[in-house]
């Protein structure tokens, strides 16, 4: 199955989008951004943090439920996949498992990825590492790989958090796994856990079979993506310690570049940004960032931020990935909220070009040349792309209920998923499907 052969012009079927980047062009279409947006529709959903993907009309969420076991007479924790009808927010099926999961740091037990939409398949990966395969007409499970139990993965701070890639014949997920001497460390202590081989597995997308592992790493929250280096595809994984360029036909890894703080509960979130044979990584525990110039042999630094100098970092990423436009970066950073903020960083330079300090964390989605930036409790910003200067076009409180349109809770930190003139954003226990008026053309 071909990765992107089904894909349409208004498909959101992965992580960050199609293009891994968090952006779309929208060339032919003149949104009114002087018009509030209309709530199209509102679901519910259970405990987890990732925000869906949509695909020829349809919608999939991943979260939790709670189910009453009359066996135990207890409420039962399931994982749940539903499908929905993008145009009216109606349910068209749901299918769960039962699961088992409580995290280590007291977040919610729920899903923290997004599901991969290829053809007439559904990729999930949980919190606990459970890699399944569905069928996108009914939710029918083609296989199932619990990766956690099968590869010997030691629980990570908060579960599993990186979202599946399909390239090809092959789902390439990380993994991470531990030998069995390792199996019984006490929770939190990942400094003393050591790898087995298993940062990355690619399964067979037919019948979820195991193609290859490599890389000597654990898993981290980023995810995997492509890039073509001199005409050949690689993957870049942005692992617990550092990134790693894989080839997906041999299943080698080709290098490894250690970024990661000595921080023993730091963690590497972002995905890496990419233009031309260019990696821009980022931290914001110690080190902050780096540009690399990669290739088949070793990586070249082109900059890189002085470690644990926050007033000199150009950018120090979270979980949130920064968007790139015009040679020019947009994203949050800061690790809490209180020493976060939005700025614009050079690509080329590591040079900023301004700072909001705006004490509070958001997320970035690009729609042509305006950005689309949520604030983690709830404050919805339309921003014109502008190396000069921050510069607001409209924004809307979507903390509080406004009429029809249901509000949404702390904590909201997916970034913004762009279809059309919609766009899905989330909260703690809702999701909300935002339309936006389209300029009308002159006779």
């Not at 207890?74 to 349910?91: I, N, P, Q, T």
């Not at 597995?201 to 981290?220: C, I, K, P, Q, Y």
């Not at 630094?301 to 970092?313: A, M, S, T, Y």
């Not at 705006?358 to 690009?366: C, E, Q, T």
Request: glycine content about 10%; overall charge negative; hydrophobic content about 35%.
């Amino acid at each position: 199955t071909d990765a992107t052969h089904t894909e349409s012009e208004h498909d959101w079927p992965r992580f960050l989008g199609k293009r891994f980047d968090g952006s779309v062009e929208q060339t032919h279409l003149s949104i009114d951004w002087n018009t509030s947006p209309v709530a199209a529709w509102s679901i519910e959903v259970g405990d987890g943090y990732g925000l869906g993907t949509v695909s020829e009309g349809r919608f999939f969420q991943l979260d939790t439920s709670r189910q009453f076991d009359a066996v135990t007479s207890r409420l039962e924790s399931r994982e749940r996949l539903r499908c929905f009808d993008f145009g009216s927010g109606a349910e068209l099926w749901s299918k769960s498992n039962s699961f088992q999961y409580s995290d280590l740091l007291g977040y919610e037990d729920g899903p923290r990825t997004s599901p991969t939409i290829v053809g007439d398949r559904v990729i999930t990966y949980g919190v606990t590492g459970v890699l399944k395969c569905r069928q996108v007409k009914d939710g029918k499970e083609m296989w199932s790989v619990d990766t956690n139990t099968d590869y010997g993965v030691v629980q990570n701070f908060f579960g599993v958090g990186s979202s599946p890639l399909v390239l090809g014949d092959n789902v390439i997920v990380m993994v991470g796994g531990s030998p069995p001497e390792d199996q019984n460390i006490a929770p939190m202590q990942l400094d003393r856990v050591t790898h087995n081989g298993t940062a990355v597995v690619a399964f067979d997308l037919d019948n979820g079979r195991e193609v290859w592992r490599t890389g000597d790493d654990l898993a981290s929250y980023s995810s995997p993506r492509p890039i073509t280096i001199d005409g050949t595809e690689y993957v870049l994984v942005f692992a617990r310690t550092g990134l790693l360029l894989v080839d997906p036909v041999k299943g080698k890894t080709e290098w490894q570049f250690e970024h990661r703080a000595s921080i023993r509960d730091s963690v590497n979130a972002m995905v890496p940004v990419v233009s031309g044979d260019q990696v821009f990584i980022s931290e914001c525990y110690e080190l902050g960032s780096a540009l690399l110039q990669v290739s088949k042999g070793q990586p070249r630094v082109i900059w890189k931020d002085p470690p644990r100098d926050r007033r000199r970092q150009a950018m120090r990423s979270h979980w949130a990935t920064p968007v790139l436009v015009d040679g020019f970066l947009y994203g949050c950073s800061g690790r809490n909220a209180p020493d976060s903020d939005l700025r614009c960083v050079s690509w080329e330079t590591g040079e900023v070009e301004w700072v909001d300090s705006r004490r509070i964390r958001s997320s970035l989605a690009r729609i042509g040349d305006h950005l689309m930036l949520l604030e983690e409790r709830g404050l919805l910003q339309i921003l014109r792309v502008n190396s000069k200067e921050l510069d607001v076009v409209a924004e809307w409180d979507l903390s509080e209920d406004d009429g029809p349109r249901p509000g949404i809770k702390y904590p909201c930190w997916a970034a913004p998923v762009i279809v059309g003139n919609r766009i899905l954003v989330r909260g703690t226990d809702r999701i909300l499907c935002l339309e936006f008026a389209l300029q009308k053309t002159q006779p």
